[in-house]
């Protein structure tokens, strides 16, 4: 048994001077050495031990990161979505002014510019021709019937004077010479010759009124004349003919032609009634026609002070600036500039709503700031902040459920988060 408890008894020894000697010399060779082989000798009592004890320790986590951007002042611009369908400003209908005759001649197609008075196509005037013909032998012959009847005339006063100077004759020899008979036939004959003098007379009214009617009868045949040449009332771009060579013209039926007055051209849209009073003339709109890569500048014209009252919408009028691409009946959009101002913004993503009340994140000092703010315009990616932000100010970029007020956290800029 002595034999067994020697060797455990020289280890107990050994074991507690080095405790001992490590807890007087505790940075000491023999006391590290003794540390390395396991034994518990004063580490917590040597500086150099507690200096890698803390380097072999793990580093405590980083905030979490979140991404950033800068509040920066830029300029926002309020839109309004409209569609509708291209119609002409003004259309003319161009219709026969006249009845029965043939389309010999068209002269204007669809899509041509014509001018005020311009000749679009002519009708068959034969007929009429052959009128103004006999227009003009009876115009003919009422000048010979005047001049018939002046010729009566100077032969009626012809006559009236030499009955005249006969009766005054008579008159002198009456009682004598001669007797009365013959006195009273010399009166006679001249009452008759100014019977005859006024009936002359009114043959000269009835030549020259004759004449005045055929005169009124060919300014009739020369206005149907000429409105066998149909022409642009307006000067304008031709969006339709109807008129077809060979067929009979007729103004009650299918206009021939229609003209859009200037070629000019509205963007007829439709807009939910609560909007219609969010629009003024002039303002400026960009417009998107079908098939046209490039869009298109226009401004509003007109808006509709009647409500469609099973749509609930109202007409709002655009004008193109060009209408080289535009065509009637075409479906377009367009975006309406309503309002144009400078603003402090920051990303729409970054805004919490929460009924009327909205709000977002701020970083300041590496911790979370929590601002109650009012939105703006809302333009793209960036929302107008009228109060509660200052320009320059950090927002995070994206509002997140865990985030919290006072929340120490690790702003990465929008750009370098990008990259990442």
């Known amino acids: 048994m002595t034999r067994f408890l020697a060797p455990v008894l020289v280890v107990v020894a050994v074991a507690g001077g080095a405790w001992g000697y490590a807890a007087v010399a505790p940075c000491s060779a023999p006391a590290q050495k003794a540390r390395a082989l396991g034994a518990p000798v004063g580490a917590a009592s040597c500086p150099a031990a507690i200096a890698v004890a803390a380097a072999e320790a793990p580093p405590p986590p980083p905030p979490p ?18 569609s509708g369908t291209l119609a ?17 001649e068209l002269d204007a197609e669809d899509g041509d510019w014509v001018k005020a008075g311009q000749v679009l196509a002519r009708l068959d005037r034969t007929q009429l021709d052959a009128l103004l013909a006999e227009n003009d032998a009876a115009i003919r012959r009422a000048d010979a019937a005047v001049e018939q009847a002046k010729s009566n005339i100077a032969q009626a006063e012809a006559q009236v004077k030499w009955t005249s100077d006969d009766f005054d004759r008579a008159q002198k020899l009456a009682g004598g010479v001669m007797s009365v008979s013959t006195v009273e036939q010399r009166e006679t004959a001249l009452k008759t010759a ?23 009868e ?3 045949l020369e206005v149907r004349i000429g409105r066998t040449e149909v022409t642009a009332p307006v000067a304008g771009l031709v969006s339709r003919r109807s008129a077809r060579r060979g067929a009979t013209a007729s103004g009650a039926g299918e206009p021939l032609f229609r003209i859009i007055v200037d070629g000019a051209v509205d963007l007829e849209a439709d807009a939910p009634e609560q909007s219609l009073t ?14 046209v890569a490039a869009p298109v500048r226009g401004q509003v014209r007109l808006i509709s002070q009647e409500v469609d009252k099973a ?8 004008a193109l600036a060009d209408v080289s691409n535009a065509h009637i009946g075409a479906f377009a959009s367009a975006e309406v500039e309503l309002v144009r101002r400078s603003g402090v913004g920051a990303p729409a993503a970054a805004l919490l709503r929460e ?29 107008e902040i009228k109060d509660g932000l ?4 950090m927002v995070v970029a994206r509002a997140a459920a865990f985030l919290r007020p006072g929340d120490r956290v690790r702003p990465t800029p929008v750009t370098t988060a990008a990259k990442d």
């Open 278 to 291: 969010r629009f003024a003339n002039g303002m400026p709109a960009t417009l998107r026609l079908p098939g």
């Open 355 to 383: 009924g009327d009340v909205a709000r977002l994140y701020v970083v300041r000092g590496g911790k979370i700031e929590e601002r109650n703010v009012t939105p703006g315009i809302v333009d793209g990616d960036e929302v």
């Open 194 to 216: 100014r019977a005859q003098r006024a009936a002359a007379d009114n043959m000269l009214s009835v030549a020259e009124a004759d004449r005045k009617a055929r005169d009124a």
């Open 65 to 82: 990161a979140v991404t950033v951007a800068p509040a920066e002042r830029r300029e926002f611009v309020d839109r309004l979505f409209v």
């Open 390 to 393: 200052a320009e320059g100010e």
């Open 88 to 104: 002409p400003r003004e259309e003319s209908q161009v219709a026969a002014r006249i009845d029965g005759l043939t389309i010999v």
């Open 218 to 220: 060919r300014r009739e």
């Open 311 to 318: 749509s609930r919408t109202g007409k709002v009028r655009i």
